[in-house]
């Protein structure tokens, strides 16, 4: 809201008169100082991973993305992410739900407890699915007997992924929703319509901004994570690597150029996620308008 | 289709909404539940609806207990007070809504759905409004739609909460009448919620009145208006006054302003006072005279009489309550 209202100022910055804002040194001096912040943290070092990663050219860039073992960390990096986004989705929107629209005991607890992945460290994360599925692990016995390895092995990452990048559509989808009300919903059960008619009808499509998102923020957390997926990884190279495992494996062995090569795939995932963010941003501004519009819009 | 509310009670948590609420709305007439804010009037339409379970008591629709029906089977319109229109829906989509969600073998096909809602559209004279968003609306057209939408699904009651009551004050005077006219057309049983007392007295066939969960009066517009049941439906339709009866204190009785004969000279059982205050603007003058405790006195007259009366302020006069009513027998003072 606030970035729609800055932009829509912003506009007419240059017709106002000099008595309405600062002098033109103030001006100048105030945008050189955030400009060159930006460019020292954001700019400089996402033009050094490409530049170091294309530092001995084109075609040693993409022999290290097509080694095996980059394309098997991708291969899992994305696995990872396209379990634990939808797994998340469901959650997030059954929760966000709960927590909007209902009231019930328990529901400040549940409302922290979905904050938890946010609050604790991503390594600690991963050192409780040891200490749940290691070998000594409360459920670890168990598991093996069933013959499932989820310690040092896939499962294991798809799980201490999913626990990181939860919060996300929850987050994201709860404060739309309690600005919606319960009224259409309401509306809609007189009307006829049954719950699953309800909610694809009329919840969805006023949440939908929202919720894609907290996916995008997820998706993009889901790939990145490195602390909790380190611990649980094992970091078995071809088997148990994700793309930020494979970077730290590659610089430690002194392999810069294949470490930002394999960096700056991530790198453009990052992009790629941040222009479907901005998209998406403006139109959940327009959403989330229209809905304080017409709860608020009119006297009581 | 009738709607009977038998021994309803509500309660939320320590509020209690509702205490032992029964009326009943015989088919085709339009009652008003009329009560002060946060009486229960609302919940009341709410357990209608099937919006809200009651905590004992039945609703009967059409003789047939639906206490325990689902809103979705209850076959009601309900307009919300804030009209809960769904706002990514175009005007057309929204009046559709109740047809759309039908399962298939009951659905009408799409041109049918279609001619029901543009005749909808055209009985509340907003057929050109069909492929605008509700926010592109302005209340009173929103508040039209969400009526067309109800009525999509051929209810046989009519809910409404509190219809006019984000409106100004123009617009509700004239939606008024308009709602009054189309249920003379379509003789729909309907129910609706206000806390306006003229809103009731100009809408409604039946008044049923509300306040802190119980009711205090059912009946015409004319039994509440002209015979109210007690002090205090007496007040909330309007200015009162409180007499003592000179023989005994304890009896009270209360005459409106226009029940309040005005003298200068002393008679049988007329009570001394003061004049304070006179407004003579328009074709009703009004006065207020301090009674010996200093208790106002609010005394309607036509200006023909005030002319007649030729009384000023700071004047002595002598007041007689005129179809006066009394709602307690104190019993402590029996007529000698």
Known sequence: ?300 | MSIEVQHVSKKFGNFVALDDVSFSVPPGELVALLGPSGGGKTTMLRIIAGLEAPDAGVVLLEGEDATERSARDRGVGFVFQHYALFRHMTVFENVAFGLRVRAKAVRPPATEISRRVHDLLNLVQLDFLADRLPSQLSGGQRQRVALARALAVEPKVLLLDEPFGALDANVRRDLRRWLRRLHDEIHLTSVFVTHDQEEAIELADRVVIINRGVVEQNGSVDDVVDRPANEFVMRFFGTVNVFHDPLCHEQVVYARPHDVEIGTLPGAGTVEARVDEVRATGAIVRIVALASDRTPIHIEVTREQYQRLDIARGQAVHLRPRNARAFRDEGDCLEP
């Open chain 1, 1 to 300: 809201m606030a970035g729609g209202y800055a932009r829509a100022r912003g506009g007419h910055a240059g017709s106002r008169p000099a008595r309405l804002t600062e002098p033109p040194l103030v001006r100048w001096v105030l945008t050189a100082l955030a400009l060159l912040f930006l460019l020292v943290f954001l700019v400089l070092p996402l033009v050094t991973v490409f530049s170091e990663a294309l530092v001995r050219g084109i075609g040693s860039y993409f022999s290290s993305i097509a080694d095996p073992a980059a394309l098997s960390a991708l291969r899992l990096t994305l696995l990872a992410a396209a379990i634990a986004v939808p797994a998340n989705l469901v959650f997030g929107v059954c929760a966000g739900w709960a927590i909007a629209k209902f009231d019930f005991p328990g529901k400040q607890v549940l409302t922290t407890l979905i904050d938890l992945p946010f609050a604790v460290s991503p390594v600690i994360s991963g050192m409780l699915f040891v200490l749940l599925f290691g070998r000594q692990g409360v459920l670890g016995p168990w598991a093996a007997e069933h013959g499932i390895r989820i310690v040092f092995a896939v499962p294991g990452i798809v799980l201490a992924t999913i626990f990181v990048s939860f919060p996300f559509v929850a987050r994201e989808i709860i404060p739309v929703m309690e600005a919606m009300g319960t009224e259409e919903e309401e509306a809609a059960r007189v009307l006829g319509a049954s719950g699953l008619q309800t909610f694809f009808r009329v919840t969805l499509p006023n949440i939908k901004w929202g919720l894609l998102y907290g996916v995008v923020l997820c998706n993009a957390r889901a790939m990145g994570e490195f602390g909790a997926v380190s611990v649980v990884s094992g970091k078995i190279r071809g088997v148990t690597n994700t793309l930020p495992l494979h970077v730290e494996i590659l610089y430690n062995e002194y392999n810069f150029q294949g470490a930002f090569a394999v960096a700056s795939m991530l790198a453009l995932l990052a992009l790629v996620t941040l222009v479907v963010k901005t998209v998406i941003e403006g139109r959940l501004e327009t959403d989330v308008a229209a809905s304080r519009e017409s709860v608020a819009g009119e006297p009581l």
